[in-house]
């Protein structure tokens, strides 16, 4: 290898960073112009346009040649557009806490650092925050790769006026966290419902004589525990950080793909991205058949079904509606003339919300937690 002059590559460093600098204040100033010809009495929320930040994004990766990942990149990205945005009003972002959730690190994801997150106790505060206009957004958890729905935010969806606006989706990589130096010095797991399945199989393996506690939260449960010697946590590595606590054993999860989606909720329907998905409520009238009268016309077009899930509608006893997934958005065809189809032969037809897809990298060689 040839000798190389550090002193000169730091000149260089030093010279890219200055014009860095420049190109990042540069952005800002086209963003406070963005900003001042929509006028000045809006709302944060007015200015934040998830359809745009999903295309510059997927540029971003397009982009992309290395040597940094495709994540790392993203996160960068994401960290300059936030900071952009807030430069008057930072957004006012609710979401499932208390501080050290993954549904914060969902809000970290999709909206970066400068923002202002607000922690609520449970999924309905969540929504109510939106709904009065204390927050612009929410983050709600919405599904688990391994344990499958979490049914109280679709029966609130259900209930609200409130859209989707985006989609997160966040690896989850759960961690032992204790102050007790061995296994067997622990006597109590706390964690939420939801960790402790996500890592029945490990725990019956390495603790199986241990009382296993669930919790609102996997933050509450590092919470209960960081004062205690002989009770461990389920949690992320965030919720380690925060509440002081050492990882005794990491990535405990059984399934090592584990990945929670999160929806990002508001009070108005986004534009076409160009890569979208939306999710429809669907009921039908009684009889035999409804499902796949209501499946028909989306089987016809050619339309691509990620999800279906159905929920009690609490309008009668045994009566049903259908949350459904799909690609495309529904302003646009051919998921447009589908939806009209179905408002002819459904007794329910709702958008609860036409999003850009997860941005996602083209390989996961690299990964890293935020």
């Known amino acids: 290898m040839a000798d190389i002059d550090l002193n000169k590559v730091r000149e260089q460093i030093d010279d890219l960073d200055a014009r860095i600098q420049s190109l990042i204040s540069a952005r800002a100033e086209l963003a406070a112009q963005v900003r001042a010809s929509k006028g000045q009495h809006l709302s944060p929320a007015d200015y934040y346009r998830p359809e745009r930040e999903a295309q510059v994004l997927r540029q971003v990766v397009e982009r992309n040649d290395g040597p940094l990942s495709d994540r790392e990149m993203l996160r960068l990205f994401r960290e300059i557009m936030s900071a952009c945005l807030a430069q008057q009003e930072p957004l006012r972002v609710a979401y499932l806490g208390p501080e050290g959730t993954f549904t914060q690190q969902a809000v970290q994801r999709q909206f970066g650092h400068s923002v202002?997150?607000?922690?609520?106790?449970?999924?309905?505060?969540?929504?109510?925050?939106?709904?009065?206009?204390?927050?612009?957004?929410?983050?709600?958890?919405?599904?688990?790769?391994?344990?499958?729905?979490?049914?109280?935010?679709?029966?609130?969806?259900?209930?609200?006026?409130?859209?989707?606006?985006?989609e997160v989706e966040l690896p989850i990589h759960q961690n032992i966290l204790t102050k007790a130096t061995d296994l067997n010095e622990i006597r109590q797991v706390f964690s939420h419902p939801q960790s402790l399945a996500q890592c029945r199989h490990w725990l019956r393996e390495h603790l199986p004589n241990v009382e296993c506690?669930?919790?609102?939260?996997?933050?509450?449960?590092?919470?209960?525990?960081?004062?205690?010697?002989?009770s461990a946590a389920i949690a992320g590595r965030n919720a380690a950080e925060i509440y002081g606590l050492p990882v005794l054993f990491a990535d405990i999860e059984d399934h090592p793909d584990n990945s929670t989606r999160f929806f990002v909720i508001g009070r108005g329907l986004c534009p076409p991205s160009g890569d979208d998905r939306t999710t429809l409520l669907l009921?039908?009238?009684?009889?035999?058949?409804?499902?796949?009268?209501?499946?028909?016309?989306?089987?016809?077009?050619?339309?691509?079904?990620?999800?279906?899930?159905?929920?009690?509608?609490?309008?009668?006893?045994?009566?049903?509606?259908?949350?459904?997934?799909?690609?495309?958005?529904?302003?646009?065809?051919?998921?447009?003339?589908?939806?009209?189809?179905?408002?002819?032969?459904?007794?329910?037809?709702?958008?609860l919300g036409a999003y850009p897809r997860a941005v996602e990298p083209h390989s996961s060689t690299h990964s890293y937690e935020e």
């Not at 609102?216 to 960081?226: C, I, L, P, Q, Y």
Request: net charge negative.
């Open 283 to 351: 009921a039908g009238h009684e009889g035999a058949g409804v499902l796949y009268r209501l499946l028909e016309p989306i089987a016809r077009a050619g339309l691509n079904m990620t999800r279906i899930e159905s929920r009690p509608s609490h309008q009668g006893k045994w009566d049903y509606v259908f949350f459904i997934d799909l690609d495309g958005h529904a302003e646009q065809p051919p998921l447009a003339e589908v939806i009209e189809q179905l408002n002819e032969i459904a007794r329910l037809v709702r958008v």
């Open 116 to 166: 202002r997150a607000i922690a609520q106790a449970s999924v309905d505060a969540v929504f109510q925050q939106v709904e009065i206009a204390e927050a612009d957004f929410g983050v709600v958890p919405v599904e688990n790769s391994s344990q499958g729905m979490i049914t109280h935010t679709l029966d609130r969806l259900f209930g609200s006026t409130l859209k989707i606006c985006a």
């Open 213 to 230: 506690i669930a919790v609102s939260s996997n933050a509450e449960a590092a919470r209960r525990v960081r004062h205690s010697n002989d």
